[in-house]
DNA sequence: CTGTTAGCGCCTTCAT
DNA sequence: ATGAAGGCGCTAACAG
């Protein structure tokens, strides 16, 4: 590939001035600055982002770690930061942690190794010593969705408390009293919010709350499904279950076929995170629809705003800028039909 | 952040010991290494993977490019792909184009400045010009699921054109002989192939084509959405309906609801790409599984090819290697309850 | 076995 | 307005 030496041989000028009139640094002759052009043309020339990144520190690119992009959430969610940050020339480095701490730190380690700019993150919940790096070395780091054990960065959530209280309460106020909830792992911050908001709508409610509802199921489909088999076998009296994500929503689904288990009747059901698939199964579901692009929204702008701090600091150094906002979004119930009053 | 020189200096030896030690290039005395691995561990050393790619010229960065990570097809090959390149220590860079052709040409610009070391792709359709330059500069380029206009790689990909005759002669079989089917662009190669198997069955079925039940819609669900409304209302003595992606299954869907017309008693249906909850809807959904498992295993093991070959042609000149072959892989029919019997 | 040296391709003072 | 030179962090010969 032709370097910038070679442009700057075949226009007659210096590698210095090639440089500048590539990246407007400086006042160029119009006509020495055709001439570069031209020969940048006639050479296809590319500068390579490689050598830029060496020598500038800046690599815009962005790591991006979520559990599994096959998860309908994540992959909007990554589909969201790529529409708002390729338009300003960031690449995503996208890594799939598949919720293990293990290949989420080695993913970790490959982005410090390739010194990108900044990173987005959906931590799966083990805590990271290598997060610690990151922030000794001024990367900026915003967390997704999800809090991680130790607090080293902006976290961009959903209030997932205040979700779930919405699709325990509705199911309270329709008298249903023996309510199951499937959840993932309560190691996750996200989990902890749907726990509390679960219990709290029932203590409004003047309920105790019984522990043996709360079904916990690892992350798969798989795992969901037989999860969901022993939450309908082992509680034949419960009359509602609230589903708390994608996976568990399928695989309850398909328990309750195989069970023969018809919905509103034998059991009501609310789940999480809105898809266009949840109004064409009969009935439809009533369900807790995420805010997905205010999520993403809110990541970048973050993000970017992290990172103008850390390029203002580097200026003018010891120019303290105060540490960026959480946010919290709302997410919305959408009630239909798999709610019936009893 | 230290540099390779910090750590040599701490371990008093020099930069290319330090190198050594840490790429196995060459033996180093186990008592001075000790010293470099305390070094190293002490200053917490990370190699810039920067620096390296510049000396080396290999980035270890993969470039991914596919339409709408959001659909749940692109969304497993992503996840595919990283599966089996992460655990050798390269990073993915996802790009999606969203099916345009200007977003697809400024993600091939941003990824040749990168020097990516080669690159999966499910184009546009569209001639990209950029693309002869990755070609020129030796960086192997795969296709997959879709052929570019001009060939300028292997491509892996589904039989859609089998998979089209199964889904129609399924229905053929059945004794329909209004078909309606459902495809995006007809640029595209994938679509030609589905085309080609739906007319292929209906002509050894000896039936002749009526075009006016071929229904072409854009990508998204919402043109899919109105393009079946449309379909409905235009063709009412239609029997069946073959939807040939995720978003047209969503679409048509939704307008039989709308228009409130079950199947399979008004009409039949098969959709194409296979998801868990196409077994949940009422009736569960006749589909058309894409082997995506076997797709990315293809996929990835003819890019590690083409780069073993790109690496060994540098060093050896002159040893043209043989191109890779296309793959084609088989979908299958899995017959569920959508489509009767008339 | 270890050190010296010369780049990789680019940007950036600092002169001119 | 342009050029010369140094250096970003690392690896690859080649010497010692």
Redesign the pocket.
Known sequence: ?????D??KLA?????????V??N?????P???QRVLAAIERLN????A???S????VTRSIGVMVADITNPFFAAIVRGIEDRLETHGYNLIVCNTDEQASREARDLELLLARRVDGMIIAPTGEPQPLLREFVAHNIPLVFIDRKPPEPCGPVIAIDTRAGTYAATDHLLRLGHRRIAILVRSPMLSTVVGRLDGYRQALRDHHLSVDESLIYVSDYAVEAAHETAHRLLSNSPWLTAIIATNHAMTLGLLEAMQEQYLKYPDDISLVAFDDNPWLTLVTPPLTAVRLPIQALCDATVKTLRAAMENQAQSKKSSHVESQPLPDILLQAELISRASCRKI
Chains 1, 2 share one sequence.
């Open positions: 590939m032709p370097t910038i030496r442009v700057a007659g000028v210096s590698t210095a001035t090639v440089s500048h590539i990246n640094s400086h006042v160029v002759r006509d020495t600055r020339y590319r500068p390579s490689i050598a830029r060496l020598t500038t520190s």
